[in-house]
């Protein structure tokens, strides 16, 4: 069974808003990159499915556009080639390899899961909720920004149970960030 992975940026006080961090680096880049490649398919809520699309997707003219930075390719080729499963229930079709995702969320997961391969990289705030909610979640990955936000978005506000958590990586950047990676501890009776 492939392992389900929860991936995003936050800041120490726990907001997982994607501009309220550092902005991207070199270093940091690299990173994701190795996380995505990790992964045989990528796993999204509607929103976040659109915002990465509207960043990440390659143009219909094959060119990235002149914004992007040399140190950028490399996640944008990852994350534009990966498989990318969508879960929506207002959208009626996706693109960008991209497989749309309804129904009852549990079982459609389970199935994904099953499949042979790596993994599956999930982001985002509202999907990723509901899937700790539904213990589907493998393993737990923060990049910690050091970064006070005071506002926005905060991680996995709302869950409805205490997960226990151990510590399986540890990785730290020049820029103060720390990616820290855990998987739920399972209780034995």
């Known amino acids: 069974m492939r392992p389900l992975r929860?991936?995003?940026?936050?800041?120490?006080?726990?907001?997982?808003?994607?501009?309220?961090?550092?902005?991207?680096?070199?270093?940091?880049?690299?990173?994701?990159?190795?996380?995505?490649?990790?992964?045989?398919?990528l796993l999204f809520g509607r929103v976040t499915y659109e915002m990465m699309a509207s960043a990440w997707q390659k143009p219909a003219t094959g060119t990235w556009p002149d914004?992007?930075?040399?140190?950028?390719?490399?996640?944008?080729?990852?994350?534009?080639?990966?498989?990318?499963?969508?879960?929506?229930?207002?959208?009626?079709?996706?693109?960008?390899?991209?497989?749309?995702?309804?129904?009852?969320?549990?079982?459609?997961?389970?199935?994904?899961?099953?499949?042979p391969g790596d993994g599956i990289w999930v982001g985002g705030v509202t999907l990723p909720l509901d899937l700790a909610n539904l213990g589907l979640i493998d393993e737990y990955e923060f990049l910690v920004q050091p970064v006070l936000a005071g506002h926005g978005p905060t991680l996995l506000a709302g869950l409805r149970e205490h997960i226990q958590l151990e510590l399986v990586d540890r990785h730290e950047f020049q820029s103060g960030?720390?990616?820290?990676?855990f998987r739920p501890t399972r209780l034995t009776a």
């Not at 996640?75 to 959208?91: G, M, P, Q």
């Open 67 to 115: 914004w992007m930075v040399e140190w950028q390719l490399p996640f944008a080729e990852t994350i534009d080639r990966a498989k990318k499963y969508v879960v929506s229930s207002t959208l009626s079709e996706v693109d960008w390899n991209a497989e749309l995702v309804q129904g009852d969320l549990a079982q459609a997961v389970q199935l994904l899961k099953q499949e």
């Open 177 to 181: 960030a720390v990616a820290v990676r």
């Open 6 to 41: 929860y991936s995003i940026n936050v800041t120490l006080d726990g907001c997982c808003h994607h501009e309220a961090g550092l902005p991207p680096d070199k270093e940091s880049m690299r990173y994701w990159t190795a996380q995505l490649e990790r992964a045989d398919a």
